[in-house]
C-alpha cells in the first residue's frame, strides 16, 4: 500500500509559477514510478511527468521545458515545478505510484491559471 498526499495547488496569473508536492507513505526510492496527472474539466487525465526509481524523468510534449519533476528521498516527496503557466494548465493535478504492480492515487489539488 502506498498513501500519497498532494499539496501546493491554488491560483495563479499566466505566466506564473507553482510548486506541487507529494508526499508517500514509504520510501519514494523503492517505487518503481512517480507520475504527475492531470484532469480538467471535460477532459480524460492525462500524464504530465514521471520520475523512476532510477531518476529517469519523461515530461508530456505540452509541459516540456515549462515543467520540472524532482524528488526528495529524504522526506518521501516528489515535486512538480511549474513555470510559464498558461490558462490550459488549469486542471486538478494528480500523484501517481506504480508499484509491485499496483497504482496507487492521490486525493488531486487543483491548479487555476487566470488572470
Known amino acids: 500500500q502506498v498513501q500519497l498526499v498532494e499539496s501546493g495547488g491554488g491560483l495563479v496569473q499566466p505566466g506564473g509559477s507553482l510548486r506541487l508536492s507529494c508526499a508517500a507513505s514509504r520510501p519514494i526510492v523503492t517505487i518503481n514510478v512517480m507520475a504527475w496527472y492531470r484532469q480538467a474539466p471535460g477532459k480524460e487525465r492525462e500524464l504530465v511527468a514521471r520520475?523512476?526509481?532510477?531518476?529517469?524523468?519523461t515530461y508530456a510534449n505540452s509541459v516540456k521545458g515549462r515543467f520540472s519533476i524532482s524528488r526528495n528521498s529524504a522526506n518521501n516527496t516528489v515535486f512538480l515545478q511549474m513555470d510559464n503557466l498558461e490558462s490550459e494548465d488549469t486542471a486538478n493535478y494528480y500523484c501517481?505510484?506504480?508499484?509491485?504492480?499496483?497504482?496507487?492515487w492521490g486525493q488531486g489539488t487543483q491548479v487555476t491559471v487566470s488572470s
Open positions: 520520475l523512476t526509481r532510477f531518476g529517469v524523468a
Open positions: 501517481n505510484a506504480q508499484h509491485l504492480g499496483h497504482e496507487y
